[in-house]
């Protein structure tokens, strides 16, 4: 079975579209997410404009602030000190990544945490880890649990989970996450001795390494439910370039029992996440 992430993301964002309606009607308030761009990355303008759309699509007001890339680490502190006060606006995000002359854990810091709708202020990885109500949790891996639960239903308990990678944005909360759910989770990494015979074991297995098709068809335990994260840019055959995950697609999913595709799976899942968590930032604000 392949897991259809647009598919997932358009049923999301449906429900979303109703949430905001009803918000507005009951309390008068209609989200709003400003997203702070600094510098001309090609990949990221297009991700912000994805972001722009989709959240103007489901009835939300959408920002967008551009600034040139000399933009010093003070200047855009003000601009955050600025949104963070503004009433109207219930979610920053700052697209990642900054120009190197600006650092990154000042920037999340500096974002009031409840509108930190990427989940990364401290506050919020705190709140994850301790289990506690009204974390804004990173919208990558909270769209590798839902994209899981198609497959295998709400009921995750005792599932052995394994993750590859460890970052703070996709490995360690998609970890608590699995946690959470009631599974076993193992968290691997660069430094994990017999990776493969590790995720032999695994019934839901979670890739966010950033190395093209790195999870090999002998990895897999048959049946398994694989969520793919990564996003590569390759050559096809014809020197093209393509957008491949981290998983040995084609011969993975004759073993598996479940697989993301990329493009099309984790991808449309993170932006529709982006706007699930705009929406519980104009709750927590609003
Ligand atoms: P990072 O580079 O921050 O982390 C990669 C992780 O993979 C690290 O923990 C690293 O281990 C581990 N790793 C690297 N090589 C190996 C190896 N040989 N064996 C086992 N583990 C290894 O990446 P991110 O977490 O930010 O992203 C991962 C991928 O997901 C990327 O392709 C990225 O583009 C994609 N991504 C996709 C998103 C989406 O919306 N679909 C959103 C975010 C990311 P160690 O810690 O030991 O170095």
């Given at each position: 079975?392949?897991?259809?992430?647009?598919?997932?993301?358009?049923?999301?964002?449906?429900?979303?579209t109703?949430?905001?309606?009803?918000?507005?009607?009951?309390?008068?308030?209609?989200?709003?997410?400003?997203?702070?761009?600094?510098?001309e990355?090609?990949?990221?303008?297009?991700?912000?404009?994805?972001?722009?759309?989709?959240?103007?699509?489901?009835?939300?007001?959408?920002?967008?602030?551009?600034?040139?890339?000399?933009?010093?680490?003070?200047?855009?502190?003000?601009?955050?000190?600025?949104?963070?006060?503004?009433d109207?606006?219930?979610?920053?995000?700052?697209?990642?990544?900054?120009?190197?002359?600006?650092?990154?854990?000042?920037?999340?810091?500096?974002?009031?945490?409840?509108?930190?709708?990427?989940?990364?202020?401290?506050?919020?990885?705190?709140?994850?880890l301790?289990?506690?109500?009204?974390?804004?949790?990173?919208?990558?891996?909270?769209?590798c649990?839902?994209?899981?639960?198609?497959?295998?239903?709400?009921?995750?308990?005792?599932?052995h989970?394994?993750?590859?990678?460890?970052?703070?944005?996709?490995?360690?909360?998609?970890?608590?996450?699995?946690?959470?759910?009631?599974?076993?989770?193992?968290?691997?990494?660069?430094?994990?001795?017999?990776?493969?015979?590790?995720?032999?074991?695994?019934?839901?297995?979670?890739?966010?390494?950033?190395?093209?098709?790195?999870?090999?068809?002998?990895w897999?335990?048959?049946?398994?439910?694989?969520?793919?994260?990564?996003?590569?840019?390759?050559?096809?055959?014809?020197?093209?370039?393509?957008?491949?995950?981290?998983?040995?697609?084609?011969?993975?999913?004759?073993?598996c029992?479940?697989?993301?595709?990329?493009?099309?799976g984790?991808?449309?899942m993170?932006?529709?996440?982006?706007?699930k968590?705009?929406?519980?930032a104009?709750?927590?604000?609003?």
């Amino acid at each position: 079975m392949i897991i259809d992430g647009k598919q997932a993301a358009a049923d999301l964002r449906k429900i979303l579209t109703i949430e905001v309606a009803q918000l507005k009607k009951d309390k008068g308030v209609v989200p709003g997410l400003t997203v702070v761009l600094v510098g001309e990355d090609p990949a990221s303008e297009v991700y912000v404009r994805n972001k722009v759309k989709q959240t103007r699509e489901v009835g939300m007001i959408s920002n967008e602030i551009k600034l040139p890339n000399d933009t010093s680490e003070a200047q855009l502190l003000a601009v955050l000190q600025q949104l963070n006060n503004d009433d109207a606006v219930h979610g920053i995000l700052v697209q990642l990544p900054l120009p190197k002359h600006i650092d990154e854990s000042v920037i999340i810091a500096a974002i009031t945490p409840n509108k930190d709708v990427d989940g990364f202020h401290a506050m919020n990885s705190g709140r994850l880890l301790n289990g506690e109500p009204g974390a804004l949790v990173p919208c990558t891996p909270q769209g590798c649990i839902m994209l899981t639960k198609k497959h295998l239903g709400e009921d995750l308990s005792g599932l052995h989970a394994v993750v590859i990678g460890r970052s703070n944005i996709v490995g360690k909360p998609v970890a608590l996450l699995l946690l959470q759910e009631n599974c076993t989770v193992t968290i691997a990494h660069s430094r994990t001795k017999n990776l493969a015979e590790v995720c032999q074991q695994a019934d839901i297995l979670i890739a966010a390494v950033g190395r093209a098709h790195f999870v090999q068809a002998s990895w897999i335990k048959p049946g398994a439910t694989i969520i793919d994260v990564g996003i590569n840019r390759i050559e096809d055959e014809n020197g093209k370039a393509k957008l491949v995950g981290d998983v040995d697609f084609a011969n993975v999913a004759a073993v598996c029992g479940a697989i993301t595709p990329v493009p099309g799976g984790v991808g449309p899942m993170t932006i529709a996440c982006l706007l699930k968590n705009t929406v519980a930032a104009a709750r927590l604000n609003g």
